[in-house]
C-alpha cells in the first residue's frame, strides 16, 4: 500500500483548497489542487494521477512545500516572463510580414493536403525564416496567436438554405407572439421536438482514464434498434421522453397523444411544437391532440434543432457498454431518461444546452420561472 504523506502546516486545508479554487493560473491551481488531495489523506501517487502529474514532479512539489512552505507553489515560469517582457521585448521567430503569411496559409490546406497542425506549422516555419529547427510547441503557439483553436467541425448539410435558415430563426419568436395573440387567455408554450436512434450497434467515445493504462470496450455488432422520441422546453429545461419501436405515422399519433396529457396541452394551454420534415411528421394522417400546433424546420438543418443536444445525454449510460438484449438496453436507458426528467440540475444543464439565443423566449416569456 502506497505511504501516505503529512503536510506541514504553513496552511490549513481549507486554505489550501481555497488557494486551489481561486488560482488564476493553471500550474499554480494543479500544484495546489495535489497538495490539498494529499491534505485529505490520498497518497502522492494517487494524487499525481488524479490532478494529472507525473508522480516524481509531483513529490518534488509536497516535499518543497514541507520544506519551504507556500512561495514554493509559485509559478516561477510566470515571474521570469513577465520581467523579461517588462525588461525587454519579447522575441519573435516571425515578423509581420511573415506572420500575415502564415495566417494566409492557414486559410487553405497545408502542401501534404491534410489538415493544419501544430508540427506542420512548426515546419512551414522553419521553411519560411531558414532556421534548421523549430519545436512542434512553438507551432501550436502560433496556431493560438493566429486566432485558432482546436475545434470539431458543426455539421451543416450541403442542401441547406443559410437564408431560409436565417428567417427562421427571425420569424420564431414573431410566431409565438402571433399565437399569443390569437389566444389571448392561453399560457403559451415553446417545445422541440425530435427522434433518436439506439440499439446493440456499440458506442464509442474518449473517457477520462488514467495515465499509462488503455482502457477497453466490449464490442459486438448489431442491429437492433429502439428510438427515444424526446420534446424538450428550451426555456425551463424540462422534457419528456419516450421508448418506442419504430418511427412512423401510427407511433407518433400515439407519441403525440400521450405528450399531450403529460403537458396538459388543452386550449388554455398552446403547445407551439417544432419538428423537422421527415416524410412522417408531414403525413396527412397525423392527428394534433387539441392545444398543439406544429411548425416545421426549414429543409436539412439539424443545427437548428434544439432537441438534437439531448442525445449527448440520453447516450452516456450506453457508452462503451455492452448489452446483451435490447431489452437490458432499454432498461437503462428508461431509467437515464426518467433521471433526465426529474432531477433538477440536469434541467438546468438541458436549459443552458437548448436554450438557443435565436429563440428570444426569455423576452417571450418574461414571467416565467425557468429556474428549477
Given at each position: 500500500?502506497?505511504?501516505?504523506?503529512?503536510?506541514?502546516?504553513?496552511?490549513?486545508?481549507?486554505?489550501?483548497?481555497?488557494?486551489?479554487?481561486?488560482?488564476?493560473?493553471?500550474?499554480?491551481?494543479?500544484?495546489?489542487?495535489?497538495?490539498w488531495k494529499?491534505?485529505?489523506?490520498w497518497?502522492?501517487?494517487?494524487?499525481?494521477i488524479?490532478?494529472?502529474?507525473?508522480?516524481?514532479?509531483?513529490r518534488?512539489?509536497?516535499?518543497?512545500?514541507?520544506?519551504?512552505?507556500?512561495?514554493?507553489?509559485?509559478?516561477?515560469?510566470?515571474?521570469?516572463?513577465?520581467y523579461?517582457?517588462?525588461?525587454?521585448?519579447?522575441?519573435?521567430?516571425?515578423n509581420?510580414?511573415?506572420?500575415?503569411?502564415l495566417?494566409?496559409a492557414?486559410?487553405?490546406?497545408?502542401?501534404?493536403?491534410?489538415?493544419?497542425?501544430?508540427?506542420?506549422?512548426?515546419?512551414?516555419?522553419?521553411?519560411?525564416?531558414?532556421?534548421?529547427k523549430?519545436h512542434?510547441?512553438r507551432?501550436?503557439?502560433?496556431?493560438?496567436?493566429?486566432?485558432?483553436s482546436?475545434k470539431?467541425?458543426?455539421?451543416?448539410?450541403?442542401?441547406?438554405?443559410?437564408?431560409?435558415?436565417?428567417?427562421?430563426?427571425?420569424t420564431?419568436?414573431?410566431k409565438?407572439?402571433?399565437?399569443?395573440?390569437?389566444?389571448?387567455?392561453?399560457?403559451?408554450?415553446?417545445?422541440?421536438?425530435?427522434?433518436?436512434?439506439?440499439?446493440?450497434?456499440?458506442?464509442?467515445?474518449?473517457?477520462?482514464?488514467?495515465i499509462?493504462?488503455?482502457p477497453?470496450?466490449?464490442?459486438?455488432h448489431?442491429?437492433?434498434?429502439?428510438?427515444?422520441?424526446?420534446?424538450?422546453?428550451p426555456?425551463?429545461?424540462?422534457?419528456h421522453?419516450?421508448?418506442?419501436?419504430?418511427?412512423?405515422?401510427?407511433w407518433?399519433?400515439?407519441?403525440?397523444?400521450?405528450?399531450?396529457?403529460?403537458?396538459?396541452?388543452s386550449?388554455?394551454?398552446?403547445?407551439?411544437?417544432?419538428e423537422?420534415?421527415?416524410?412522417?411528421?408531414?403525413?396527412?394522417?397525423?392527428?394534433?391532440?387539441t392545444?398543439?400546433?406544429?411548425?416545421?424546420?426549414p429543409?436539412?438543418?439539424?443545427?437548428?434543432?434544439?432537441?438534437?443536444?439531448?442525445?449527448?445525454?440520453?447516450?452516456?449510460?450506453?457508452?462503451?457498454?455492452?448489452?446483451?438484449t435490447?431489452?437490458?438496453?432499454?432498461?437503462?436507458?428508461?431509467?437515464?431518461?426518467?433521471?433526465?426528467?426529474?432531477?433538477?440540475?440536469?434541467?438546468?444543464?438541458?436549459?443552458?444546452?437548448t436554450?438557443?439565443?435565436?429563440?428570444?423566449?426569455?423576452e417571450?416569456?418574461?414571467?416565467?420561472?425557468?429556474?428549477i
Amino acid at each position: 500500500m502506497p505511504r501516505k504523506v503529512t503536510l506541514a502546516p504553513h496552511l490549513t486545508l481549507r486554505q489550501i483548497q481555497e488557494n486551489y479554487h481561486n488560482s488564476k493560473d493553471t500550474v499554480e491551481s494543479r500544484r495546489w489542487h495535489l497538495l490539498w488531495k494529499v491534505g485529505i489523506g490520498w497518497s502522492i501517487k494517487k494524487s499525481a494521477i488524479s490532478v494529472g502529474l507525473s508522480y516524481e514532479y509531483a513529490r518534488r512539489v509536497v516535499k518543497r512545500y514541507n520544506e519551504e512552505g507556500e512561495a514554493t507553489v509559485t509559478n516561477q515560469h510566470n515571474r521570469t516572463r513577465n520581467y523579461q517582457t517588462a525588461t525587454r521585448p519579447k522575441h519573435s521567430l516571425l515578423n509581420r510580414e511573415q506572420l500575415q503569411k502564415l495566417k494566409g496559409a492557414l486559410r487553405s490546406r497545408p502542401d501534404d493536403g491534410g489538415i493544419w497542425t501544430g508540427p506542420k506549422v512548426a515546419r512551414w516555419m522553419e521553411k519560411e525564416t531558414g532556421r534548421e529547427k523549430i519545436h512542434d510547441q512553438r507551432g501550436w503557439e502560433y496556431l493560438k496567436k493566429c486566432g485558432y483553436s482546436w475545434k470539431v467541425p458543426r455539421p451543416s448539410h450541403k442542401k441547406g438554405d443559410p437564408q431560409e435558415q436565417q428567417e427562421f430563426k427571425e420569424t420564431y419568436p414573431v410566431k409565438i407572439k402571433t399565437i399569443q395573440e390569437q389566444h389571448p387567455g392561453a399560457e403559451v408554450q415553446g417545445w422541440f421536438f425530435d427522434e433518436h436512434r439506439v440499439g446493440l450497434k456499440p458506442i464509442l467515445r474518449r473517457v477520462w482514464s488514467p495515465i499509462g493504462e488503455q482502457p477497453t470496450a466490449v464490442v459486438h455488432h448489431r442491429y437492433e434498434w429502439l428510438y427515444i422520441y424526446a420534446f424538450v422546453n428550451p426555456q425551463t429545461g424540462e422534457t419528456h421522453f419516450y421508448l418506442i419501436p419504430r418511427v412512423n405515422v401510427t407511433w407518433l399519433n400515439k407519441v403525440f397523444e400521450a405528450f399531450a396529457l403529460d403537458v396538459g396541452a388543452s386550449e388554455e394551454k398552446i403547445i407551439f411544437l417544432v419538428e423537422d420534415r421527415a416524410g412522417w411528421h408531414r403525413s396527412e394522417r397525423v392527428v394534433l391532440p387539441t392545444g398543439m400546433i406544429t411548425e416545421y424546420l426549414p429543409p436539412y438543418s439539424p443545427e437548428l434543432q434544439t432537441a438534437e443536444r439531448l442525445w449527448q445525454l440520453t447516450d452516456e449510460p450506453l457508452v462503451n457498454e455492452y448489452f446483451e438484449t435490447l431489452e437490458e438496453l432499454e432498461e437503462v436507458l428508461a431509467q437515464r431518461c426518467c433521471f433526465l426528467q426529474e432531477d433538477p440540475q440536469m434541467r438546468e444543464q438541458i436549459r443552458n444546452l437548448t436554450n438557443f439565443h435565436w429563440l428570444k423566449l426569455d423576452e417571450l416569456f418574461p414571467a416565467c420561472e425557468h429556474r428549477i
